[in-house]
């Protein structure tokens, strides 16, 4: 029953219960209700509408588009839930340039524009000047301009959305309520205590940003956040700005290579800075409302470390900013939540059935979040695909406070930063090292992380196969800087060598885990596209679905025994859809999950020589006939007893070697000293996850497969529409007897430098056009490229990208836009059929 709880206490049970009544708690409870949701209660310990927290004190700006998919199709669906509730103030956005480099940044911020269909356009100083006349244009090269950016009123939001949510007789709210403890027994949530009453609940969603850490821990778990200052100060009245009404009459003006923004307020100027020092705060030294001198996240502003902030804002706007009569107003060191990677925690939590986690939410994305995060627990999937957000993308590894801390340290400077795609983090490594890491160091690699397991990308130690190489990669290596930074010519070298000869690449960073029982068969034909009632030994790549057909992820399956199913995932995913096969685990307990990933570590061993490598070596017939592909079997290396798997990600004859983590260096001594005589080199994950993939057309999760597309339109359903009953299967037969209006292409690049000078090289996120216009299939959807990477194998450079039956055509020619050039492509192949070795001759022989 809808009703406000904050004089009778709390009741005795809800369905739902939101802990925390910011613009997250309220967009959630809303958003529930529209999905039918009843009985639902939103809790908070301070008062409304504003109860303390960051939703009271952001500057409340939506700038629309960032380089993630995810994140600018919440802001853009955020921006439209605002407008309708006329709480939005449109008044366009610009992100001005200081530098050449912040200018070619802008121009890939207009190509993610495009791909992501958000209107914007580039500005030379005098057209910044037109629109924001008070600015010093001499400090500028220009600026990126999005019309359709904006000011919320995020309090007055969260009082419309309660009210409605009240009219549909759907909520209870709690304001003043203290949270004491969260009671959890046998892995289920039971209870919320609060110091109004004890509620029974079916569901708990954690929505409380800062203090979200500390509610989880009552629970037994860990929400990796940490809170972070952001300092702000309004200054006024400026009497420019007084010759307007309303709230904003002017953009909001990002000054991105000073990591600070300026924005109207009124007849004030609001001024924030992200370029300070990082100042992290614990949970437990953030005062309460009582103690706060105006709330619990507004501790008073750090005046040193606002000098510089303080010096440039005035060097930028100084005809405001020195308006004599206007002074600082007010002044903030404003708490804010970082997580390690800086995106939002969202979804259930792997540990406790019943419990969600909604944190780490900026106010330009939470009510498209609120309703995402409601759809997904009310019919179990979103619309928008969250994957980069899922909580458990840290679990296992990344929740300490002091790998939170020294990730948002680190993560706080790029937040106005220019940031690399493939850019890779430096602090708290290395966590993860494989029994193969010592040697690889060895050898000079040069390591990438991954779910902080150390993996390496290219080797120093093959330098030479660069000279070897030298007439096959000549058109492919790469001159410009940001094309080439963090890639190196030496992974096409490795990539050749490889084909011809053998390599050795470990540790791939698996999730492994074993689902077992006298139920592992039936349960694991549910969970599955493909059939697992195969024999022994059988493995099977299958696609994992939510009833929507779309993608929940992909993975191996392998049936090691009877009632024994080993599942082998990506280590980025692998704390998701462990949750996600937790999740729906029998409730009769015929099954259970064994997890193997720390126990066992995998080599790869790949090439044309890869078996006479391993038949030296093994006790076992590894011949094709007593060892046929796809197919897994217990042999001896040496001393070390090995689960092998014929299987390949790269395209070529070979295994996938699981050791026991402790023989693991030993099992590389076997194999490195065998291959000496067949040149064995060690490969990274550039071969592995790029090039060898790309030239053979294999899809990604969370790159060509996610939500938004089918099995269908990715070229996956060579499984067919097996008899037993899985998620998503109705959806997935829909698909299947469905007109594609999508389909997954390779395309090449027929021209690197089609006006002359440098070449350049697409790293992946830009616009495909044809005749000049980004193409947008029936559904609304855009043509970007998912994937991007060199086949040396094809001397060509390949990329992937959805494109509509019209252009889904072999031979098509199309274009991509990059940096604001448009470079000629050509369809290559429309569908799945791999470019190099389409028969897969390699793999089966």
């Not at 400026?238 to 990002?254: K, T």
């Not at 939510?546 to 599942?567: A, H, I, K, P, T």
């Not at 294999?698 to 067919?720: D, K, Q, S």
Request: with cysteine; proline share 6%.
């Amino acid at each position: 029953m809808a009703s406000d709880s904050s004089d009778s206490g709390v009741p005795s049970h809800a369905k739902t219960v939101i802990l925390g009544a910011g613009i997250v708690g309220n967009s959630l409870a809303y958003h529930l209700a529209e999905q039918g949701r009843k009985d639902i209660l939103l809790v908070d310990k301070g008062p409304l509408p504003d109860p303390g927290g960051s939703t009271g004190h952001a500057s409340n700006f939506l700038m629309p588009v960032e380089h993630s998919k995810e994140m600018t199709h919440l802001t853009q669906e955020s921006i439209e839930q605002y407008r309708e509730m006329d709480t939005f103030n449109e008044s366009g956005g610009i992100e001005v340039a200081r530098t050449e480099e912040r200018m070619a940044e802008n121009r890939r911020r207009l190509q993610s524009a495009k791909a992501w269909g958000e209107p914007a356009e580039l500005l030379s100083p005098e057209d910044v000047e037109e629109l924001v006349p008070y600015i010093n244009t001499d400090l500028i090269k220009g600026g990126f301009y999005t019309e359709g950016a904006g000011v919320c009123d995020p309090l007055r939001a969260g009082e419309v959305m309660r009210a409605r949510a009240k009219d549909k007789d759907a909520l209870t709210v709690s304001p003043n309520t203290t949270v004491l403890d969260i009671h959890v027994e046998h892995g289920e949530i039971q209870s919320v205590e609060t110091d109004r009453g004890t509620v029974t609940a079916d569901e708990v969603v954690i929505a409380s940003g800062l203090w979200s850490p500390k509610l989880a821990e009552m629970a037994g778990v860990e929400i990796p956040l940490t809170p972070a200052v952001h300092q702000m100060i309004s200054v006024g009245p400026i009497s420019l700005l007084e010759e307007d009404e309303g709230e904003i009459n002017y953009p909001v003006v990002r000054d991105m290579d000073t990591q600070m923004y300026e924005r109207p307020s009124g007849n004030d100027l609001e001024v924030g800075s992200y370029q300070h020092r990082p100042i992290l705060w614990d949970v437990d030294d953030i005062p309460s409302i009582e103690e706060a001198p105006l709330s619990p996240t507004q501790p008073p502003l750090t005046d040193d470390a606002f000098e510089k902030s303080m010096a440039d804002a005035l060097e930028l706007m100084p005809e405001v900013l020195d308006d004599p009569e206007a002074g600082i107003r007010h002044e903030i060191d404003g708490l804010l939540s970082v997580t390690p990677d800086g995106m939002p925690l969202l979804g259930p939590m792997q540990a406790v059935d019943g419990l969600w986690s909604c944190a780490a939410i900026w106010i330009k994305e939470a009510p498209a979040i609120g309703e995402e995060v409601a759809k997904w627990m009310t019919r179990g999937y979103p619309d928008i695909d969250l994957h980069s957000s899922n909580v458990n993308r840290f679990f296992e590894y990344g929740t300490s406070r002091t790998f939170v801390k020294e990730r948002a340290h680190e993560g706080f400077q790029k937040i106005y930063g220019i940031v690399h795609p493939v850019e890779q983090w430096q602090s708290s490594r290395p966590l993860r090292t494989s029994a193969f890491y010592t040697r690889q160091d060895e050898l000079d690699a040069r390591f990438f992380e991954a779910a902080g397991w150390e993996r390496p990308q290219w080797f120093e130690s093959n330098e030479d196969l660069v000279d070897q190489y030298a007439d096959e990669i000549a058109d492919l290596r790469r001159s410009n800087e940001w094309d080439s930074r963090w890639w190196s010519p030496i992974i096409l070298g490795e990539h050749l060598h490889m084909r011809e000869n053998v390599g050795m690449i470990g540790d791939m960073g698996f999730t492994i885990f074993d689902l077992v029982g006298p139920g592992a068969t039936e349960y694991a034909e549910k969970m599955a596209v493909g059939r697992m009632d195969v024999d022994v030994g059988k493995s099977v790549y299958t696609p994992i679905l939510d009833e929507n057909g779309g993608f929940r992820s992909d993975l191996s399956v392998v049936r090691v025994e009877e009632d024994r199913y080993r599942v082998i995932t990506g280590g980025g995913m692998g704390g998701a859809d462990k949750q996600w096969f937790s999740q729906h685990l029998p409730e009769d307990g015929s099954v259970h999950i064994d997890d193997q990933t720390s126990a066992l570590c995998t080599l790869g061993v790949w090439g044309p020589d890869a078996r006479d490598v391993l038949d030296s070596v093994a006790e076992e017939d590894v011949s094709h006939e007593a060892f046929p592909p796809y197919t897994a079997q217990e042999i001896t290396i040496g001393e070390v007893d090995t689960w092998a798997l014929r299987i390949s990600y790269v395209g070529e004859r070979g295994w996938e070697l699981y050791a026991p983590m402790e023989q693991g260096q030993r099992l590389w001594d076997i194999i490195w000293e065998a291959g000496q005589e067949y040149d064995v080199r060690p490969v990274g994950m550039g071969v592995y996850g790029t090039t060898g993939r790309m030239e053979k057309g294999y899809r990604l999760y969370g790159h060509e497969l996610e939500l938004e597309y089918n099995p269908a339109e990715a070229g996956l359903t060579f499984h067919g529409v097996k008899d037993a009953d899985f998620i998503g299967k109705e959806a997935y037969a829909t698909a299947i007897e469905s007109e594609n209006t999508a389909t997954l292409c390779t395309l090449s690049v027929d021209d690197h430098a089609p006006n002359g000078g440098e070449r350049r090289f697409m790293l992946g996120g830009e616009p495909i056009l044809a005749d000049g216009d980004v193409i947008v299939d029936e559904e609304g959807r855009r043509s970007y490229v998912t994937s991007a990477g060199t086949g040396p194998s094809v001397g060509k450079h390949l990329l992937m990208s959805y494109l509509p039956p019209e252009y889904a055509t072999e031979g098509q020619q199309l274009s991509v836009e990059y940096f604001g050039q448009q470079y000629p492509v050509t369809v290559e192949v429309a569908g799945s059929r791999p470019l190099f070795d389409p028969n897969n001759e390699r793999i089966r022989s």
